[in-house]
DNA sequence: TGACAGAATTGGAACGTTCCAAATACTGAT
DNA sequence: ATCAGTATTTGGAACGTTCCAATTCTGTCA
């Protein structure tokens, strides 16, 4: 049909006006009578007129795209998808749009898609980092004055903003609970030892036993892979301790089901006989039986925060790095064994955001 | 640091040669010199050129932005996180980038990024459109020539090409199993009748029940929010017939999700007691307990099957419409009954995804 | 030496917008 | 009428790229 794109100029021609006088109705400018911004905007409207953006921003020497780039390491995995959900309500709100991708925790992935970002000339951007990504890896975005916000995960040598859960807060009243309800061996279960979120944990962790007056004991930190197997292989191992814990606080939840599944093969009830509470608090903790007894992080709202401190950047010309740790919250459930007191039936109270097609 | 941004001018300048021939070098043209090339490579590399897709897109009118949009109507429903995911996959290693946008079945939302994703010219449209959306609403970008696929949901009156799974033949093969199960009267619950998706699905349901010697009986059909408060109002509304059903296949997960949860408060277990069968085999549905006997519709393949449908139809510049239907496999676990011989113990094949922070 | 073909390079002129400085149109005094 | 002052409008000249037609550079052959 309409082969050619319709111009500023077809407009101003058909509203007998000049280009110039378009534009400035374009960006809403108040020296524009009241008429004639009427008479353009009809003329736009019957034309169908399609704003081109990327003209605009050609001569606006790179000051806003109106595009922010968003890269999570995986976002099959609930946790990140409902980050990028909560970027995603605050970013469309101010009337940016995202590019969002996924890198699978390849390192190779993200520098190519940040790459791609750069090329299309995002004015901001996202990231939730793959494991092992260099602080350097960034470096020229902030030196061509591109604001970067990282989130989740911390770079530490990266002079860039960044927002994480306060893990360690997480964990200390993860183990008061657990010494609240008299255990006096806890152990810390799963997670790699050579990431950030690690060590904020373990040392929550240590620090909760100390206020809880308990002693640390090093064979009680048994690390793994961060996921369901990982945390079967774990609570293996916690098993065969000679004097075996009788609770633990998992790395994550993804552990901490792998450790419900490792005592349910010994024939131990996780919540009844063992005690086990993780961390995340992902949308299946709810519906799981038992019911998992965990930290939650809200990561839809990191996303939203970690969007509004990117925005306000933007906006700002240029702010300096500035780092953020979000509250967290212990939701008690069944598998801490805490539970008892309510009937240990399926949930009515789950409010699962299942709504498929 | 640098305050300019580095151009193809500087490049040429430092290099000694045009304009011209370094655009040349960047479109990888065969004209070029080798010895030319690579010090335009090497110059590029020192001063830190990025390459400016804004402007090479205005001059090339509209063809090639290298941008793909991608509109779910819910990004944290792990079914759209996958689709999105598969997308991803495809789109990004053919050098494309996507926008990702989340309308939370807002029509109004979904108009608003599809426009915003126009001015920033996509090259191509991959959505699953939301609840209620006009057929129309596409028609402006295909007549600008933007191929349009629409998946998982399909509209009726647009000349668009779309991806949606086999929903007949899943309902078939989920009414056929529970009739081999010696089930007799097997109600359909959950889903508004109001979606292309439900007529599908009924469809099936009554092709499936006529197949295996059934009569069909319309009180055995129960409509609800396909959530899984839909699915609790369902089951208690089959229960409460004269001659109760003794197994259902649910419109989705969620509704299947919900039918377990009100079976249970009426002292049923679900396997047992009562056959649930449910659609879609999202995550959460081989972790449950008992674990959810469903049909399994792929949504990563459909996410790459659609990108590879888009993709080629932007290649080839125009292709028409194409619709494909993509093939779905009931997986069997225990919420159906069938699974008595396994132990219904915990399952240790669950291989889940989580692998959080 | 001149002519010629092919290879390699190169100056504009676009693309659709915004910005600037300057022009023009109005308004109400004088 | 004229003037100042404000309100509105307007032609270029950018922005960073690609495309086209034209040019220069090679080497070869008569």
Redesign the pocket.
């Known amino acids: 049909m309409t082969k050619?794109?319709?111009?500023?100029?077809?407009?101003?021609k058909a509203a007998?006006?000049?280009?110039?006088?378009?534009?400035?109705v374009?960006?809403g400018?108040?020296?524009?009578?009241?008429?004639?911004?009427a008479k353009v905007n009809t003329v736009m409207r019957d034309l169908g007129?399609?704003?081109?953006?990327?003209?605009?921003n050609?001569?606006?020497?790179?000051?806003k795209s109106r595009i922010i780039g968003v890269v999570v390491n995986d976002l099959t995995n609930s946790f990140f998808a409902e980050l990028a959900v909560g970027v995603d309500m605050v970013v469309q709100s101010a009337g940016f749009v995202q590019f969002l991708s996924n890198t699978g925790e390849s390192i190779d992935r993200q520098r190519e898609v940040v790459a791609s970002m750069r090329e299309h000339g995002i004015s901001g951007l996202i990231v939730s980092p793959a494991r092992a990504t260099d602080a350097a890896d960034f470096k020229p975005l902030v030196a061509a004055g591109i604001p970067v916000v990282v989130v989740v995960r911390n770079l530490p040598g990266a002079k860039v903003s960044s927002i994480v859960s306060d893990n360690r807060a997480g964990m200390v009243s993860a183990v008061k609970h657990l010494a609240g309800l008299g255990h006096k061996r806890i152990a810390f279960l799963g997670g790699f030892p050579d990431t950030a979120v690690f060590d904020d944990r373990l040392a929550g962790y240590r620090s909760g036993m100390e206020a809880a007056g308990l002693d640390y004991h090093e064979e009680l930190v048994i690390s793994s892979a961060p996921s369901r197997a990982g945390g079967v292989e774990a609570i293996g191992k916690a098993i065969a301790l000679g004097r075996r814990p009788t609770a633990a606080v998992c790395f994550n939840d993804a552990v901490a089901f792998g450790v419900c599944d490792g005592l349910r093969a010994r024939r131990l009830e996780p919540g009844a006989d063992f005690a086990v509470v993780g961390f995340d608090d992902v949308i299946e903790a709810q519906a799981a039986v038992p019911a998992l007894t965990t930290v939650s992080v809200d990561p839809q709202g990191i996303g939203r925060r970690g969007a509004q401190m990117l925005l306000k950047q933007i906006n700002a010309g240029k702010a300096e790095a500035e780092t953020v740790t979000t509250a967290v919250r212990l939701v008690v459930r069944e598998s801490c064994g805490a539970g008892k007191a309510a009937p240990a039936r399926a949930g009515k109270s789950v409010k699962s955001k299942q709504d498929a097609e």
């Open positions: 050619a794109r319709v111009t500023v100029i077809d407009i101003a007998g006006v000049s280009k110039s006088t378009v534009s400035l374009l960006q400018s108040s020296l524009v009578n009241e008429a004639t911004r007129y399609v704003y081109n953006r990327g003209a605009a050609l001569r606006q020497a790179g000051a």
